[in-house]
């Protein structure tokens, strides 16, 4: 089945750098969305964008998303380490009224 | 408002045993969902119910059934439970399946022995 998967699994960085995630996907979609997810916790939405956007930011997030590379990135600037997370993408798919989840990536910020 | 909420949050059965996972919301959302997450694996989609009154299949359904007993509350049943079942369990609802943001439960971490 299509499903995100994004690059890298794992990403450790200092407090105060910045960090890139990235998500491919195979087939055509209507949004792609970003979640977070604390160790034992359930998943908190992040920020979706449509298939007919190309940027969106919210706070200290910056999403963009390329669709003729069904490709997107999740950038945090200047990290804390209560980002420290596990960040999965996910994408609906034009033809379901399904998410499908990625694996996502591992996030581990440093004081 | 308490969004997305579920019971239990820890379980522990045994082999060929049953049990209901239980989810309610209360945001007024028309789509719920079920999904399980294994360590290195994501979320995988169990069932979902797009609207109240209709329920359909994810990508790792069997084992499993499924009543959206009314507009708040979505259930997950396993009738005769298998270590391979072994797994966090999350509940999420959305306004509309497939367009919107979705909201999920804290999760039932569910042993099977």
């Known amino acids: 089945s299509q499903q995100g998967e994004e690059d890298p699994q794992a990403l450790s960085i200092q407090e105060g750098e910045n960090a890139t995630m990235n998500c491919s996907y195979k087939?055509?979609?209507?949004?792609l969305q970003w979640y977070r997810q604390n160790s034992g916790r359930g998943l908190v939405h992040l920020i979706l964008?449509?298939?007919?956007?190309r940027e969106k930011h919210s706070g200290r997030l910056r999403v963009t998303l390329d669709t003729s590379k069904k490709s997107s990135s999740l950038l945090i600037t200047a990290s804390r380490a209560a980002d420290t997370a596990s960040y999965f993408c996910?994408?609906?798919?034009?033809?379901?009224?399904?998410?499908?989840f990625g694996t996502g990536t591992r996030l581990q910020v440093f004081p | 408002n308490a969004g997305v909420t579920q019971t239990p949050k820890f379980q522990v059965l045994k082999t060929g045993q049953s049990m209901t996972l239980q989810c309610a919301q209360d945001?007024?959302?028309?789509?719920m969902y079920w999904y399980r997450q294994d360590p290195g694996m994501g979320l995988r989609l169990i069932y979902y119910s797009a609207s109240e009154g209709t329920t359909d299949k994810g990508e790792v359904p069997n084992g499993y059934n499924v009543s959206r007993l009314n507009k708040r509350e979505f259930s997950l049943r396993l009738e005769s439970a298998a270590p391979s079942q072994t797994s966090v369990y999350f509940c999420a609802s959305s306004e509309v399946a497939g367009l919107d943001t979705q909201y999920f439960g804290p999760g039932t971490r569910l042993t099977v022995l």
């Open positions: 964008i449509r298939s007919n956007e």
């Open positions: 945001m007024n959302h028309n789509s």
């Open positions: 996910a994408t609906a798919p034009s033809n379901t009224d399904k998410l499908i």
């Open positions: 087939t055509s979609i209507n949004n």
